[in-house]
């Protein structure tokens, strides 16, 4: 079950869009891994949380490409 709440998400999503140049270029890993580190850089959650978060990301990693994508339509 994922803990982490809607200002976490907002934060998440907000980063997708306004970094979406970035991410059409990362693999799948490293897509995960600078998404983690900027919402790291941007807010303390606990080791607990950031694994939760790494999960988010890993499921949703299609998602997060088309919204990236999108923002170069």
Do not use: P
């Not at 959650?45 to 499921?59: F, N, R, T, V, W």
């Amino acid at each position: 079950m994922i803990s982490f709440d809607s200002k976490h998400l907002h934060l998440l999503w907000s980063v997708v869009e306004t970094h979406s140049h970035v991410l059409q270029e990362l693999s799948d890993e490293a897509l995960c891994l600078w998404l983690q580190k900027k919402i790291k850089d941007s807010i303390y959650l606990s080791h607990e949380d950031m694994g939760e978060i790494k999960a988010y990301i890993a499921s949703r990693s299609h998602l997060i490409r088309d919204v990236a994508n999108s923002q170069h339509l």
